[in-house]
C-alpha cells in the first residue's frame, strides 16, 4: 500500500516502501542526483545536520526515513 509523505517545503513523495521513498527523493533532488542511493542518504544526512542542527541515521531506509518523520521533516 502506497502512503504519502509530505517534506518540509511543501513536496510529496508517494511510495510503499522506505526504500521507494529515498529512490524517489534521490531522483527529485534537484542538486543531488548522482551516486547510489545509500550515497545520497549519506549526503542528505550531512546537509540536513548543517541546516537543522540535528544528525539522521543512515544505516537503513527504514531508519532514515524514521528519523525524518521523528523529526518532523516528513509527514505522513
Known amino acids: ?3 504519502t509523505y509530505r517534506i518540509k517545503g511543501g513536496d510529496t513523495i508517494v511510495a ?3 526504500q521507494e521513498f529515498v ?3 534521490h531522483e527529485g533532488s534537484r542538486f543531488d542526483f548522482g551516486g547510489t542511493d545509500t550515497e545520497y542518504m549519506e ?3 550531512i546537509r540536513l545536520e548543517q541546516l537543522e542542527g540535528y544528525r539522521i541515521r543512515t ?6 526515513l524514521g528519523d ?3 523529526h518532523g ?3 505522513t
Do not use: Q, W, Y
Open 1 to 3: 500500500m502506497k502512503r
Open 16 to 18: 510503499a516502501t522506505p
Open 23 to 25: 529512490r524517489e527523493l
Open 43 to 45: 549526503r542528505f544526512a
Open 59 to 64: 544505516d537503513t531506509p527504514e531508519t532514515f
Open 68 to 70: 525524518l518523520i521523528e
Open 73 to 75: 521533516f516528513v509527514e
